[in-house]
């Protein structure tokens, strides 16, 4: 396997130069001589699930998008990420569908987000090499060589008809606190000027910086002379998109319904001018057949694997973000039970971050491994542990202190009910917590069955961290067997055919 670059800042080498100056060329060939000092720039970001999802577009509606954009003119495709993790068929192939159809889409970079290292950093690595295009990340550091991570570049230049287009990225910082990551280090994005800098002396006319849900970074970085396009990704909220004296601040939202569209005129030597910036809704363009036809095969192989009933919910389910992460859900709380059963323990977590369906279900819907697979994308294996009950409040706290912020560390339990007062400043939230019906004993150990990533001390969770849980995949530890979470899951509704999960208060509030 070939190395690239990761020192070169704001350089393709080897192919990569190639592979821009054939970019060019076409685009050149395409463009009528009047729109030579036109460009088009193309973000969106966030398609990691290719089934289709009423009322939001997908890949097959983007590939019309950019199909038109590249016959008008000159065009650049910017991906923000967030994409190789978590849909169903990553499930399978740590995200290598994505880069294979991502590669047809031609996109000039992929900005790497937290959510495309959710299964390691080798798992990046190869799918870096699988693309036809730079994945950039100027904070993502590996502590073994100091640079930026293998596989990855700082920045990128592209030649385009307006001049050489300066793109950089920042990932969250959250990545370390939410991924087991240990070789990784994530420097403040907010340094991510120096490389805009770097770019405009390296001749960049205009300068996009795409940042990776890191909102205290904003304040700086907009006021950055060297950027001229500021890309936040968010995790709610709504898409924001905003032009004034010459800059532009976006705001895209964790769902694939949109993308951004930029437009420049220039003459290749002085800054370009900025004569457009919309938001264009992706369900409202017509999907393109050679691309739904493309996806189309990868659905067809999941419907093969996965469109087999296991149970019925008598009750209907909400999955949605804030459902998920803010309060007791009747979801979570079947989860939490059937890892529970399994391992017969005295109590179990799941944190609603490992829960990414993002659906309603109605009372009386059948479900199917589809459905399963969907709710619980990652490949995490459940274990039973010993912790002691002053760990165990320690959780909670942390649990209180994220719900404000939607945080994927919200814990629902099994066999434990828990007091909030949310009013409380974070840390000082937990009013009483029983197991059992009896109160939690501090000096208390109890047998718990979780996901390995909290076993790891995952989404800030040190007072889990259980010695002898080395992975994610980790199939032993110094408690008990580990076996994935979504193979639990199908198990416990197999077995009881109808499920009626509900409230029952085990998670309220003061």
């Known amino acids: 396997m070939p190395k690239r670059g990761n020192g070169e800042t704001g350089r393709f080498s080897g192919w990569r130069a190639v592979m821009a100056a054939c970019t060019v060329a076409a685009l050149g060939a395409i463009a009528p001589a009047a729109s030579a000092a036109e460009l088009s720039i193309v973000f969106t970001s966030t398609m990691a699930d290719i089934e289709p999802v009423e ?178 990704l968010s995790a709610s909220g709504k898409d924001v998109l905003e032009d004034g004296n010459g800059k532009v601040f976006g705001v895209h939202v964790n769902v694939k319904g949109s993308a951004f569209v930029l437009r420049l005129d220039g ?28 996806v189309g095969v990868y659905l067809t192989r999941l419907s093969e694997l996965l469109d087999i009933t296991i149970g019925t919910t008598a009750t209907p389910l909400d999955t949605r973000r804030a459902a998920m992460r803010t309060g007791e859900n009747a979801f979570a709380s079947l989860i939490a039970d059937a890892m529970r059963g399994h391992f017969n323990t005295d109590l179990a977590f799941i944190n609603g971050g490992n829960i990414r369906g993002n659906r309603q279900y109605e009372a009386g819907t059948v479900l199917t491994r589809r459905d399963i697979q969907r709710e619980l994308p990652f490949r995490d294996s459940i274990i039973a542990v010993p912790l002691t009950g002053k760990a165990l409040r320690e959780a909670l706290e942390v649990s209180a202190a994220g719900v404000n912020n939607q945080k994927g560390s919200f814990l629902h339990p099994s066999n434990m009910a828990v007091v909030y007062d949310l009013k409380q400043p974070a840390g000082s939230r937990v009013v009483s917590v029983t197991v059992g019906g009896k109160p939690l004993d501090p000096n208390a150990t109890y047998s718990v069955a979780l996901p390995t990533y909290l076993a790891q001390g995952g989404d800030g969770y040190s007072m889990l961290k259980s010695p002898g849980v080395s992975s994610p995949s980790a199939s032993s530890s110094s408690g008990a067997g580990g076996k994935l979470l979504w193979e639990i899951m199908a198990q416990h509704l197999t077995d009881r055919g109808t499920v009626s999960p509900r409230i029952d208060g085990r998670i309220t509030e003061r």
């Open 55 to 232: 009322g939001e577009g997908g890949l097959a509606n983007l590939a019309t998008l950019l199909r038109t954009k590249r016959a008008e003119g000159g065009t650049l495709f910017l991906h923000g990420g967030a994409s190789l993790a978590a849909g169903v068929l990553s499930t399978f192939d740590r995200g290598a569908h994505m880069i294979d159809l991502l590669n047809e889409l031609q996109p000039d970079m992929m900005a790497v987000t937290k959510r495309d290292l959710g299964f390691g950093k080798d798992e990046l690595t190869l799918r870096s090499y699988e693309a036809r295009f730079p994945f950039v990340s100027a904070n993502t550091i590996d502590r073994n060589t100091g640079k930026v991570m293998e596989g990855l570049e700082p920045s990128a230049l592209l030649d385009t008809p307006v001049g050489k287009i300066g793109v950089v990225s920042a990932i969250s910082p959250e990545l370390t606190v939410q991924y087991i990551v240990p070789d990784i280090e994530v420097r403040p994005p907010a340094t991510i000027a120096a490389e805009a800098r770097a770019l405009r002396a390296q001749g960049a006319v205009y300068v996009v910086a795409i940042l990776d849900n890191a909102p205290e970074a904003v304040e700086a970085l907009r006021g950055e002379p060297a950027i001229d396009a500021l890309l936040q």
């Open 267 to 294: 003459d290749g030597k002085a800054p370009p001018a900025l004569t457009g910036a919309d938001i264009v809704p992706l369900a409202g363009l017509p999907p393109d057949p050679a691309m739904e036809k493309r």
